[in-house]
């Protein structure tokens, strides 16, 4: 009897030994296999009544921390959203410069504050005049092609969530098919060790892109949530959605519902990820990158206004000036007014060689139209009329030299047979030249919405930069985002094809949200394809207003005390810098530039242009040297500077978050491969140690083959006896 037991034990062992064998042959093959954690053998003593009568396997082990895998996944997050964003500031970089750069913005609008300064040396330098335009052209090339690269990353990062939900969706697909194997060998009491290897890879894979909790039924399977909850892998995984867009521009934006969230079973999740390359693209498309392009079309659009308001004050000599295309967009010039203030504009006919050929005030011919009276208001109509008038009684016949163009222009066209000049110069009652003050009823009802300084200025008709944008997007200032109305008011809203619209009463309490839902909710609004969203930006946010078909629009406050002012609402500058280039005419004859002004002799009241004047010119390099007040936009916060300045802070900011990116990359790689190798040591093959039991198990498989060999030749023996 002891001999049979003596055989069952060696043959238990001689078969524990083969499987301890397996399992090594298992680590050592998988050594450099990715995700595949060591498998420990582990036996046990085998009792039958009380007695030992050898061995067996019990079960592979496998060697994981899973505290450690939790935290290495966190890493991973965290790392894969470091990891686009130091792409993306990179590549930003690459297109902005440096602030030390040569070929940064900053460093083109020196230059051509620079040429301005040289045209001021000699005004007569048709040389110098076509150095100035290049380097504006440059100026307006460049921020082109900043705003291009930033909506182009835009419309890529959108393309990237579209690949990588698909990516999430991939792998939720993997883990629940590993979750199923899972459960069916565990209830089979088969090893299941290998097939966790790959579902933990999957796993740690899927942190890549998302951040995610999980935990571990008793069944074997794993079940996914967002950080906020949401279901991801429950029995079956959720298919994520997001279809991306074919086309951007800096007016869209995902909260105005022109970028598709990432939606589970119809439900917009996509703020529920806070890290991974997910949540980083999603950044980038909605904060980052449009943080950016505020801030240069901020730049853009204060350049334009300031400079266009200089060289609207002049004009070009010995240049005649004949053509004159306005660029401010009337809908009813029928009803829409100007008020003019204190001061008077002189209306000045030139001759070829600079003396007076016609002389008139705007003032004189408005009130000539009405009785000898200055009336209160003119109309945009009005105002050709006495243009009209003006040039008529040059002519000596009725002429329609001045008209209102088909994009509702103020056009004026001086016919090349005349051998005259036209220019404008505001004047105080005095006769001091300084811009007057025009405020101008843009709804037609009621009184004035706005004010403007400048007669050439407001109509846009000597324009340096122009652009083509039509005043389709609306928006407020940044404010706080528990910003609040404090008294009542009424807005209008108009186009060219309906002035009046509708009209939204808003109230104490009422703040940028609900103001939104109120125009939303107006059905008028809606038929007419107008929506409003508020959009973040940097502290703050904006209430925005978009005219989705990209008609010329409207917005003016009908009654209350000034809420919109308060709020800074009015045609965006989204955009600003994609459209801003140099006036056509300017480029094709720099000797249209404004150089000097209209001056008064004192003695004979009349007007004269001379060849020396450099005062416009001065007048365009000194404001480059001027402290300008720019708004809070993107991350740059209101205040005072130069054209250069801000655009050195613009560049500063990238730079400076760039290398906070790439540090914190850095620090996040170093972090993760750290916990990776601890993980490693914990989980991974050690070849030294698996060759040493090798040897175990081979010794142990040959004492077992041993004591079968003995007890056989005993059995032989009592056979022997036997017969």
Same mark, same amino acid.
């Given at each position: 009897m002891s001999i049979t037991l003596a055989l069952g034990a060696a043959m238990s062992g001689?078969?524990?030994?083969?499987?301890?064998?397996?399992? =090594?042959?298992?680590?050592?093959?998988?050594?450099?296999?990715?995700? !595949?954690?060591?498998?420990?053998?582990?036996?046990?003593?085998q009792v039958l009544a009380g007695k030992g009568v050898g061995v067996?396997?019990?079960?592979?082990?496998?060697?994981?921390?899973?505290?450690?895998?939790?935290?290495?996944?966190?890493? /991973? %997050?965290? %790392?894969?959203?470091?990891?686009?964003?130091?792409?993306? !500031?990179?590549?930003?970089?690459?297109?902005?410069?440096? +602030?030390?750069?040569?070929?940064?913005?900053?460093?083109?609008?020196?230059?051509?504050?620079?040429?301005?300064?040289s045209l001021a040396l000699d005004v007569s330098s048709v040389t110098q005049g076509s150095n100035v335009v290049r380097a504006a052209e440059d100026v307006a090339d460049q921020l082109s092609r900043m705003s291009s690269a930033v909506q182009d990353l835009r419309l890529e990062a959108d393309r990237s969530i579209e690949s990588d939900v698909q990516s999430v969706n991939d792998l939720l697909e993997r883990i629940d098919t590993l979750n199923a194997q899972i459960v069916r060998s565990q209830n089979t009491f088969q090893d299941t060790g290998d097939l966790e290897d790959q579902r933990d890879q999957a796993l740690t894979d899927l942190a890549g892109y998302i951040d995610f909790s999980y935990f571990k039924r008793d069944s074997g399977e794993v079940i996914i949530l967002t950080t906020s909850g949401a279901s991801l892998l429950d029995k079956s995984p959720v298919t994520l959605s997001h279809q991306a867009v074919t086309k951007t521009d800096a007016g869209l934006t995902y909260e105005g519902g022109n970028f598709n969230g990432i939606t589970a079973n119809g439900v917009d999740i996509t703020k529920d990820f806070k890290s991974g390359s997910i949540a980083a693209y999603v950044d980038m498309r909605d904060h980052t990158l449009p943080a950016m392009q505020s801030e240069i079309d901020e730049l853009s659009t204060k350049m334009r206004e300031q400079l266009n308001a200089v060289h609207n004050r002049g004009t070009p000599y010995p240049e005649l000036a004949q053509s004159f295309n306005g660029t401010r967009t009337f809908i009813d010039t029928a009803n829409q007014s100007i008020s003019l203030g204190s001061g008077d504009v002189q209306l000045v006919l030139y001759n070829p060689d600079g003396t007076q050929a016609a002389q008139s005030s705007i003032k004189d011919e408005l009130a000539a139209m009405n009785g000898g009276t200055l009336p209160s208001a003119s109309s945009i109509d009005d105002v050709v009329q006495a243009l009209n008038n003006f040039f008529s009684d040059y002519a000596g016949a009725p002429v329609s030299w001045a008209a209102i163009d088909s994009g509702g222009h103020l056009d004026i066209q001086i016919p090349s047979t005349q051998t005259v000049g036209f220019a404008m110069r505001d004047e105080d009652t005095a006769h001091i030249a300084t811009d007057i003050k025009i405020d101008f009823n843009s709804d037609g009802a009621g009184a004035a919405d706005e004010s403007a300084s400048g007669f050439s200025n407001f109509f846009g008709l000597n324009d340096f930069f122009v652009d083509d944008r039509t005043h389709y997007l609306y928006d407020t200032k940044v404010v706080s985002g528990s910003w609040k109305v404090s008294t009542t008011s009424q807005i209008r809203f108009g186009t060219a094809a309906d002035t009046d619209i509708a009209r939204v009463d808003i109230g104490p309490q009422d703040t940028v949200?609900?103001?939104?839902?109120?125009?939303?909710?107006?059905?008028?609004?809606?038929?007419?394809?107008?929506?409003?969203?508020?959009? @973040?930006?940097?502290?703050?946010?904006?209430?925005? =207003?978009?005219?989705?078909?990209? #008609?010329?629009?409207?917005?003016?406050?009908?009654?209350?005390?000034?809420?919109?002012?308060?709020?800074?609402?009015? +045609?965006?500058?989204?955009?600003?810098?994609?459209?801003?280039?140099?006036?056509?005419?300017?480029?094709?004859? +720099? /000797?249209?530039?404004?150089?000097?002004?209209?001056?008064?002799?004192?003695?004979?009241? #009349? !007007?004269?242009?001379?060849?020396?004047?450099?005062?416009? %010119?001065?007048?365009?390099?000194?404001?480059?040297?001027?402290?300008?007040?720019?708004?809070?936009?993107?991350?740059?916060a209101s205040g005072k500077q130069?054209?250069?300045?801000? /655009?050195?802070?613009?560049?500063?900011?990238?730079?400076?978050?760039?290398?906070?990116?790439?540090?914190?990359?850095?620090? #996040?790689?170093?972090?993760?491969?750290?916990?990776?190798?601890?993980?490693?040591?914990?989980?991974?093959?050690?070849?030294?140690?698996?060759?040493? #039991?090798?040897?175990?198990?081979?010794?142990? !498989?040959? /004492?077992?083959?041993?004591?079968?060999?003995? @007890?056989?030749?005993?059995?032989?023996?009592?056979?022997?006896?036997?017969?």
């Open positions: 001689l078969s524990t030994a083969q499987q301890g064998l397996d399992s =090594v042959a298992r680590n050592i093959s998988n050594v450099n296999t990715k995700g !595949y954690t060591r498998k420990v053998f582990v036996q046990e003593s067996r396997a019990k079960t592979l082990a496998r060697t994981v921390d899973e505290s450690l895998m939790k935290d290495i996944r966190r890493a /991973a %997050a965290i %790392a894969g959203d470091l990891s686009v964003k130091t792409d993306y !500031y990179g590549r930003v970089q690459d297109v902005f410069g440096t +602030p030390a750069g040569n070929s940064s913005i900053a460093h083109t609008i020196s230059n051509l504050a620079d040429q301005f300064e949200q609900t103001i939104a839902a109120k125009i939303n909710a107006n059905a008028a609004l809606a038929g007419q394809n107008i929506t409003a969203s508020v959009v @973040n930006e940097g502290s703050g946010v904006r209430l925005r =207003v978009l005219q989705n078909d990209g #008609q010329e629009m409207v917005i003016t406050e009908t009654t209350g005390a000034g809420v919109l002012d308060r709020l800074g609402f009015g +045609p965006s500058n989204s955009g600003a810098s994609s459209a801003l280039s140099v006036r056509s005419d300017l480029s094709t004859n +720099p /000797a249209l530039l404004s150089s000097g002004v209209l001056q008064r002799n004192a003695d004979t009241g #009349q !007007y004269t242009l001379g060849t020396g004047d450099n005062s416009i %010119a001065n007048a365009m390099a000194k404001a480059f040297d001027t402290q300008l007040g720019f708004s809070e936009a993107g991350n740059l130069t054209f250069s300045t801000y /655009a050195s802070e613009i560049l500063s900011q990238n730079s400076s978050e760039a290398a906070r990116a790439k540090s914190q990359q850095t620090t #996040q790689t170093t972090l993760l491969s750290s916990l990776e190798l601890k993980q490693g040591q914990i989980s991974g093959v050690n070849l030294d140690e698996e060759l040493t #039991q090798l040897i175990i198990f081979q010794q142990a !498989y040959s /004492a077992a083959a041993r004591v079968i060999s003995t @007890n056989q030749q005993l059995f032989d023996v009592l056979n022997n006896i036997a017969t």
